[in-house]
């Protein structure tokens, strides 16, 4: 207290009689959408209370949960200010990204348009339907003014647009507060005709409201339906925890956007989350069931990166990248735990739980990013990839593979480790070990934390310091088969009799099968010496003009075969020899029957729960 009261009276002291009519510091937004049609927003934002002479305004360039750059303020324009009487101000363009004018401490009102036509988690889309507004992407802000409390008011384009968002309500139902910028930043926003359901969920003696709010074309029985899901991933993630991360307000918003118009998309907040698709929940099986998937991702985020929240994301800079070492744990883990939920509550039969495993496996010990990045240094490519753009090329399908996937990898194969050499633990008693000593307290963690919470989550330092040196600091791949059998599961390959020429994206559109990106250090193409821009015109005797001779060709070789390859490059025809191998992709199946122990079979039944009987599979 003592040290409030003598702030405020050296700023008497200095400011003099300015300070007499000081005013309290606040910002308040208001959104129009008169203009949607054409996906324009006129915003004004009132600055009341800035000291100084001069006043600075400005559009973020980085978005929490997104980690390259962008330059949101490439969209905006019209930009005017007034005093507090409404006298125009003249505004000077200080930077690419901010604005400045002359202050006023009783207010500066800034007024420009917006436009946004990108409707995900990471940019705001607007139209007659919907205006899905991600704040960084959309509001300016003032970094002086960055504690100062927030109002935000919405006028509709249409009667029938309601409002999901994690902000505060007030008694109006289109205005809303926040206690500061970094929380108002936080807090996606969307407004349309879409349907709300809410159900309470009990956590530790308190109960929590959850709602789903879904803008889709369909109808209120294809939303009813998709909330029983979400009821059972968020029962069977608080399992996990132990609990429900303490919520804001007592509330977690799933805010989903499933219009045609959008850009598939998830993207985690502190008490809600953006879930975009292309598809309406109808169609879901045409997209392998991406609504839950994204939902199960999402909603295990309010614990792991919210609330466990990597130390160097905090405060988050919305001026330049936020780069973190620790994304194999706070996406990679996550990862992990949103497939193996979908496992847990029936969404997935085994084949599929083990087709997706499989796939995290595969990408781990075959891809050649490993070869060049531990998973935290492969955390820091995040700013080059996480919806980066840039024109140059990269040799990232040769040094990248994603964090997601290495530390879904990683996951599972920690799983798997802590199961065998601790009977009766998980990696569940190191997530609830992290929750309590990390998450719960909100200290935000270092790589040495995450490690500590290994060690006192399976009692036993030396294997926890032993992980991290591998497999974290390092670049070892861990023995899956040996982990896998465990649970009475194979690993082997999936195709032992396919010639291969090794993963390759082809372009037929000219005649010939064009190299469209990068050749793969390791298979028979990169060691035939042929690059992207290649034109394949024949394999052997076989033309391959087309897909279907593609295939054809290629089901005509068996591993080891030697063969030639014609192509032309820069406008040449050349021929080179390829030694085709064996198709490396591996496969998860389980042990015959006679052959898997009971030990093995209980150890995957305590993993991904009881087997489905014969005739549900
Ligand atoms: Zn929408
Ligand atoms: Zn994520």
């Known amino acids: 207290m003592l040290s409030i009261f003598r702030r405020t009276a050296i700023a008497a002291l200095v400011m003099g009689s300015a300070s007499a009519f000081a005013q309290t510091p606040a910002v308040d937004y208001a959104l129009s959408f008169d203009n949607a049609v054409h996906?324009?927003?006129?915003?004004?934002?009132?600055?009341?209370g800035a000291k100084g002479e001069y006043l600075d305004f400005r559009m973020s360039r980085s978005s929490p949960g997104r980690y390259a750059i962008h330059e949101f303020a490439?969209?905006?324009?019209?930009?005017?200010?007034v005093d507090h009487n409404g006298k125009a101000l003249d505004v000077e363009?200080?930077?690419?990204?901010?604005?400045?004018?002359?202050?006023?401490?009783?207010?500066?009102?800034?007024?420009?348009?917006?436009?946004a036509n990108r409707a995900d988690g990471t940019y705001s889309?607007?139209?007659?339907?919907?205006?899905?507004?991600?704040?960084?992407?959309?509001?300016?802000?003032?970094?002086?003014?960055?504690?100062?409390?927030?109002?935000?008011?919405?006028?509709?384009?249409?009667?029938?647009?309601?409002?999901?968002?994690?902000?505060?309500?007030?008694?109006?139902?289109?205005?809303?507060?926040?206690?500061?910028?970094?929380y108002l930043m936080d807090s996606p926003t969307e407004l349309s005709d879409m349907d709300i359901v809410s159900?309470?969920?009990?956590?530790?003696?308190?109960?929590?409201?959850?709602?789903?709010?879904?803008?889709?074309?369909?109808?209120?029985?294809?939303?009813?339906?998709?909330?029983?899901?979400?009821?059972?991933?968020?029962?069977?993630?608080?399992?996990?925890?132990?609990?429900?991360?303490?919520?804001?307000?007592?509330?977690?918003?799933?805010?989903?956007?499933?219009?045609?118009?959008?850009n598939g998309d998830g993207m985690e907040h502190r008490n809600s989350t953006i879930l975009t698709n292309v598809l309406p929940l109808f169609e879901t099986e045409l997209g392998h069931n991406s609504h839950i998937r994204t939902l199960s991702h999402e909603f295990f985020h309010s614990w792991n990166v919210e609330r466990i929240r990597p130390a160097d994301l905090e405060p988050f800079d919305f001026t330049q990248a936020n780069p973190t070492t620790n994304l194999w744990f706070a996406e990679g883990f996550t990862s992990y735990y949103g497939e193996l939920t979908l496992k847990l509550t029936g969404e997935y039969d085994s084949k599929t739980y083990y087709d997706k495993m499989a796939g995290a496996i595969n990408a781990v010990k075959l891809r050649n990013g490993p070869k060049h990045f531990s998973p935290e240094g492969m955390s820091l490519q995040a700013p080059f990839v996480d919806a980066a753009t840039a024109i140059d090329p990269t040799n990232f399908s040769n040094t990248f593979l994603s964090y997601y996937t290495y530390g879904h990898g990683l996951g599972i194969a920690l799983d798997l480790m802590i199961r065998s050499e601790f009977p009766g633990k998980s990696l569940n008693d190191v997530m609830q070990q992290a929750w309590k000593t990390l998450g719960k307290p909100e200290k935000p963690y270092s790589a040495d934390d995450v490690q500590k919470a290994l060690a006192d989550g399976v009692g036993d330092k030396a294997f926890a310091a032993d992980f991290f040196k591998r497999y974290i600091h390092g670049q070892e791949i861990p023995d899956y088969a040996a982990l896998l059998?465990?649970?009475?599961?194979?690993?082997?390959?999936?195709?032992?009799?396919?010639?291969?020429?090794?993963?390759?994206?082809?372009?037929?559109?000219?005649?010939?099968?064009?190299?469209?990106?990068?050749?793969?250090?390791?298979?028979?193409?990169?060691?035939?010496?042929?690059e992207k821009g290649d034109a394949i015109t024949h394999i052997g005797r076989y033309n391959t003009r087309d897909k279907a001779r593609w295939d054809l060709a290629l089901k005509n070789f068996k591993p080891g075969d030697t063969t030639t390859i014609r192509f032309k490059r820069f406008d040449k025809e050349l021929e080179t020899e390829v030694t085709f191998y064996q198709k490396p992709d591996l496969e998860i199946t389980e042990m015959a029957e006679d052959e898997v122990s009971y030990k093995?079979?209980?150890?995957?039944?305590?993993?991904?729960?009881?087997?489905e009987s014969e005739d549900e599979r």
């Open 39 to 48: 996906h324009e927003a006129t915003i004004s934002s009132t600055f009341t």
């Open 74 to 81: 490439k969209n905006v324009y019209d930009v005017t200010a």
């Open 93 to 115: 363009r200080v930077s690419p990204y901010a604005w400045r004018v002359k202050n006023d401490p009783a207010g500066v009102k800034v007024t420009y348009t917006l436009f």
């Open 125 to 182: 889309g607007i139209d007659e339907t919907h205006a899905h507004l991600n704040f960084p992407a959309t509001l300016m802000w003032n970094e002086a003014l960055a504690d100062a409390p927030v109002s935000v008011n919405f006028t509709p384009f249409a009667k029938d647009w309601k409002v999901a968002t994690q902000l505060a309500k007030t008694s109006d139902p289109f205005s809303f507060t926040a206690p500061n910028l970094q």
């Open 199 to 262: 159900w309470k969920q009990e956590s530790a003696g308190k109960s929590y409201t959850i709602n789903l709010a879904v803008h889709d074309p369909g109808t209120f029985e294809d939303v009813e339906a998709f909330v029983e899901k979400a009821k059972k991933v968020v029962a069977t993630q608080m399992d996990v925890f132990g609990e429900l991360a303490d919520f804001d307000y007592g509330e977690y918003t799933f805010i989903a956007c499933y219009m045609p118009q959008v």
């Open 485 to 530: 059998k465990n649970a009475g599961l194979n690993l082997e390959l999936e195709s032992p009799d396919t010639a291969s020429l090794g993963p390759v994206s082809t372009d037929f559109s000219n005649g010939a099968a064009l190299i469209s990106a990068g050749t793969i250090a390791g298979t028979p193409l990169y060691d035939a010496g042929l």
């Open 600 to 611: 093995a079979t209980s150890f995957r039944s305590a993993w991904l729960g009881e087997a």
